[in-house]
Structures are given as C-alpha cells and as structure tokens.
C-alpha cells in the first residue's frame, strides 16, 4: 500500500507493507492507543495522518510493538520489530523536522514527538560500567537519562516552528493546552508552609546525605487562595537564556516534584489516586511531561551529573514506580524501577565518597605537620611582602624634626626608599623578620590547631566562635614565645635606620646591646599592647578563615590553591581593618625610645586623633592580603604534602 506523503521524501516511496505491518497497526487501534494519555479520538486523528506521512506510520507501528513486547516478553520478534520501527522513524522524522514540519503540519509532529517519548520511556537501560569481580554492577558512573535532554530538544524545536504559524488548525494542541497541574494542585491543597519546607528539604547548597533519600518533612494541606500565585511563581520559563541555573532552573524543578510527591501514600493526600481515579490520567499527563517542562539549566544540570540535580530524578522515578502501576502504565513503570535503583546506588556512593573526603580532610593535622607546615609558610610570606611591613612601620614611626611626610600609599614609600636609601634598605631587620615570622607562624598553626582539635566537634568542625577562641588562644601563645621579641628587634632596627647615627649594625648585634643597656626584660617591651595585638590578629585572622573554609566545604567548593588564596587574603583584609589599632599601639611602644601602654596610647592619640590608631592600615593591608594569601595556600600545600594526601 505505497502512499504518498505531503512532504515530498524519496526515501519514503515504493514500501512494502506486510501482514506484520496490519497486525501491529490493529493492535495499536483496538488495544495501545487505550493506554496511552489524552482521548482516544487524538489517536484516532493519528491514525488517519499516519498514511500521509511515513515517519509517523513507523512510530505507530514502534509503539505498538514495543506494547506486545511488554505483554509477551517471551516473544523477542516484538521488540526487533519495535526497534527497527524506531530507526525509520528517527531517520525520516529528522528530515522532515529538517524541512519545517512544525509550521507544515504541527498535529504529524506532535503526534510522532509524543510516540517517540513513550518510546523513550520504555526504554531502561541504563549507562554504567560493566560487572567488576564480584559480578555487580559498581554504579560508580552517574546513570545517564537521554529522556531528559531528547525533551528538551524537542521542546526548542516545537517552540520554534510553532511561533512561525500558530493559527493553523489542529486536533492536538486544544487537548495541550489542558494543563493537568490545574486540577492536580486543587486536589493536593499543598499549604505554601509545605512548598517553603521543600524548598529547603531539596536546598542546592545543602549537603548530599543519604537522610535526603528519604521526605522527612510533613506534608501540610490548605485551601489558601494565595497557593495558586506560589505556584504562578514557581512555574518553568520556556526561555533557555539565564544567567542562574539554581534559580532558573534547578528550583521551579522542586516545586514540581513536589506536587507530584504529595499524591504518595506516605504524603496522606486529601484524595488517594490508583488507576480507577479521576486524578489518574492528570496526574499521569502531569508526570509524562515532567521532562518537558523542566528548564534547560536543569537538563544541563543531570547531564553533567550534579548531586542535587539526580537527586530529584531519583525521587522522580521512585514516585512514577508507586503512583504508576504497570498494568495500568506499561510504558512507565520498568523505567521507573531501573532508574530508581540506579540513582539510588549512585547517590549512596557519591554521598559515601564525599563523607570519606570530608573525613580526609577532616583528618587531625600532627603537631609535628602543623609546626613545619606554619614555619615554612610564615618564612615564605615574610620574605615576600617585608617591603610592604618595611613602608608600614616607617610610616607608624614618629617622623624626626624638619624629615618630610611619610606618604600614604605604600608603594610610593617604597620607591621612595628605594631611590634614597637604596633597595637594599628595604629589607633593613628582613632576616629578623623571617626567622620570627617562621617561629611565630609555627608557633600560631601548631597552637591553634592543637586547640581546634580540642574544641571541634565529632566530624572536625569547627564554629565560628569556637574558631574565634583557638585564634585568641594561638595569638597569646605566639605572642610569649615568638612575636614580642621579634617584633622588638624589628622595630628598633626600622627606627634605627633613619637616625643620622646609626647604633645597630645587625638583629644580633640589635639584641645584644639592648639586653646590655636595659635587661632581658627590654626585649619584652611592648608585650602587653603586643599580646593584645596578636590576640586580636590571631583571632580575626584564624577565625575568618575557618570560616571561610567551613562555608566553602558547604557549599562544595572546590579546594584548589586559587580559593585557599582568596580565602587568606579576604581573612588579611578583614584583619587589618579590625585590629589596625592595636598594631599602631605595639608600634609605639616597641620604638628605640620606647613608651608605655598608657603613653602610646595617649601619645598617638595627642599626635594624630582618632584617624591615628588606622595610621599605615593601607602600607599593613598591602603586606597582609598578600599575607595571608601566601601564608594559608603555602601552609595548606606543604601539611598535605607532607601527609600524603
């Protein structure tokens, strides 16, 4: 019975039609087309069209096979049968879309587009990796679902011809229009109270846990007029362009899923729905075109395999195997089953993967790594940024009678210096620093985390006030065994070297002869305003960056030497600001004259006002971004090389 198609196409011409061929298209009329979704006259308009257009013969014909083979699985001529139907169609449907069917013949497009989905639904198998030793499927692959993305693409392709010619008639489009969700979201009188507990039940940036596995929140019904403007609001735009796939995409997708998960049976709807409900066939409608009206950023989402993204295919899946029943859905329910256990095996393991890379990370840092670790760091950053704490104790130091202004920007300090003195002076007291710097910055990393072990909770973290508390605890111990000497020497040797007469000629040499003229007590000068300071510093420092740390790992952030470097030097900026005062303080007390707390404190303030506890906070804030940019990357880098990870 050769026909001859609208669209003109050679490859349709001279086909044999056989008694296979009737038996099939009997089949689908007295028997398929009674189970698949919208009226059985849509179908019937299929059927005439089909002998117009060859592609959607062999899509009737697929589906109608792939039918028989779920009825007689027994009998695999059905589902060859099926799959060669399939590959005709897809060939001939593709030239035809090719040549602008959608504003030809909307009805043949989306009569063969609706086939072709059941198809797609029929099908699962599922992409994983082969049997290991033990013969079962490790799913360590995320399961792939071509569903999903074939909607998709569907979808641009009607939108896009559609717009073209919009008022040509058709049997389809009026039942189309008929959105299930209307009767299903009276039906299910979901409170706006259930859709927020969703929301933050399916939150992208909470965790991955196998408690997700699981709707643990209750299912709360209203009559509230204002639900039908929340679900107005959470509804998918058509639109692919954005510039937020969570958004855009991933969140309209939870409001969705949710009205589908509120007809389980462990939701308690108003109104259980099994195949002799009213609510069946909307509902069924409701959840065939779940992969359709979900938006693009979201498609993307599963196709690159997010955590978040499968997770709402796994409860998907898990609520089309309860709600759809096989007898009744044949096309839906072996998909459901398969997928189901697929993402949930692979969900078990990519939460357990992340649990065990937490728990690495997690892992308690030897004091033996930590003090390496922060000597190493500390003698790098020092090294690095001396110029900078050089410009910033210069500009702090009382400037001697007819000297010109110290400049505020630290960079043109240092040019200056550099120009006067010589490049060399630049790193006048740089080797005090370093050995100083290495000591204390030891002392800070072996101390805090020595505290934050103690402190922490079960799985290694660690609040925010407690990680406060470890920073003030590391400070003062850094302070006593490191820091105020240090700082002392550096201090005297910076002050020294813009005196016409210079008394030090090295740190040693410094040490030395101020514990001849004053005690060992006069290297301690300063300690009170000193301790404060690395309190305070330590504090801020060390506490912003574990905050910045924990908040990275709860949003999965990934842990590379760029974010550790923006997360130490977001924690220097935030220190400079916030303990800049102490610093100025410390400087005054630790000059060659030397002062007390109360007379650095009184003095700065006769000197320069309020302004004058920030002075040199820009020559601090140059030093400290890079600072702790450099000190936490290096520190990171060297404890995890030298714990094998």
Not at 281 to 303: A, D, K, T, W
Not at 485 to 496: G, H, N, Q, S, V
């Amino acid at each position: 019975m050769p026909t001859n198609p609208l669209l003109p196409n050679p490859a349709s011409m001279n086909k044999t039609v056989n008694l296979d061929h009737l038996k099939l298209l009997h089949h689908f009329q007295v028997s398929t087309q009674q189970t698949l979704l919208l009226a059985p006259d849509v179908w019937s308009h299929a059927l005439q069209l089909c002998f117009q257009f060859d592609f959607l013969m062999n899509a009737i014909l697929c589906i109608a096979a792939r039918h028989l083979a779920v009825l007689r699985p027994q009998d695999s001529t059905y589902s060859t049968a099926a799959t060669s139907h399939l590959c005709r169609a897809l060939s001939r449907f593709r030239s035809a879309v090719a040549k602008d069917l959608t504003s030809t013949h909307v009805d043949a497009f989306i009569a063969t587009s609706l086939l072709l989905q059941y198809e797609l639904w029929t099908n699962a198998d599922i992409t994983a990796p082969t049997e290991d030793d033990t013969g079962e499927v490790p799913f360590t692959q995320r399961p792939k679902d071509h569903l999903f993305t074939f909607c998709s693409s569907l979808k641009r392709v009607f939108l896009k011809g559609i717009s073209a010619n919009s008022g040509q008639p058709s049997v389809f489009l009026p039942r189309l229009r008929q959105n299930p969700k209307d009767a299903l979201v009276r039906a299910a009188q979901i409170s706006c109270d259930t859709i927020d507990e969703c929301h933050k039940f399916f939150a992208w940036n909470r965790p991955i846990s196998l408690d997700l596995l699981e709707i643990s929140f209750p299912y709360k019904r209203s009559l509230d007029s204002a639900i039908s403007t929340v679900w107005q609001s959470h509804s998918p735009r058509l639109s692919e362009d954005t510039n937020n796939p969570v958004e855009d995409g991933y969140v309209p997708v939870i409001t969705q899923l949710c009205l589908i998960l509120s007809f389980l049976p462990e939701a308690r709807p108003p109104e259980l729905v099994n195949r002799d409900s009213n609510l069946f066939p909307e509902l069924s409608r409701f959840i065939l075109s779940f992969p359709i009206i979900c938006h693009g950023p979201y498609i993307s989402m599963v196709q690159e395999g997010d955590p978040h993204a499968l997770l709402l295919l796994y409860h998907f899946y898990r609520a089309v195997r309860i709600l759809m029943p096989l007898e009744k859905c044949w096309w839906a329910y072996k998909r459901a089953v398969a997928f189901e256990k697929a993402l949930k095996e692979w969900l078990i393991k990519d939460s357990a993967k992340r649990v065990t890379s937490q728990n690495k990370e997690n892992k308690t840092i030897p004091p033996w790594v930590s003090l390496m670790s922060g000597a190493t760091a500390g003698a790098v950053e020092a090294t690095i940024t001396y110029p900078f704490e050089f410009a910033k104790t210069r500009a702090q130091l009382r400037s001697q009678q007819g000297a010109m202004a110290m400049p505020k920007n630290p960079l043109t300090l240092i040019c200056q210096v550099a120009k006067l003195e010589g490049p060399a002076a630049l790193y006048t007291g740089c080797s005090t620093l370093v050995v100083g710097t290495a000591a204390k910055a030891g002392v800070r990393f072996l101390s805090f985390d020595s505290i934050k072990n103690l402190l922490s909770d079960e799985d290694g973290s660690l609040s925010t006030s407690r990680g406060i508390l470890a920073g003030m605890c590391a400070g003062a111990t850094e302070s006593v065994l490191a820091v105020t000497p240090t700082e002392r020497i550096k201090t005297a040797l910076i002050d020294d070297a813009k005196s016409p007469n210079k008394r030090f000629r090295s740190s040693l040499h410094a040490t030395r002869t101020l514990i001849q003229e004053n005690g060992l007590a006069d290297i301690y000068k300063g300690g009170v305003s000193t301790t404060m300071k690395q309190m305070a510093t330590s504090a801020v420092r060390m506490g912003s960056y574990n905050f910045l740390k924990e908040t990275a790992k709860k949003y999965d952030m990934p842990k590379t030497a760029t974010t550790t470097f923006a997360m130490g030097a977001l924690a220097g900026t935030i220190t400079v600001y916030a303990t800049q005062p102490f610093d100025v303080i410390k400087t005054r007390s630790q000059s060659v004259q030397g002062a007390s707390l109360a007379e650095a404190v009184g003095g700065i303030f006769q000197d320069y006002g309020v302004k004058g506890f920030w002075k040199g906070s820009t020559m601090r804030l140059g030093r400290l971004i890079l600072s702790g940019g450099i000190v936490f990357s290096v520190y990171e880098q060297v404890a995890a090389a030298l714990m094998g990870k």
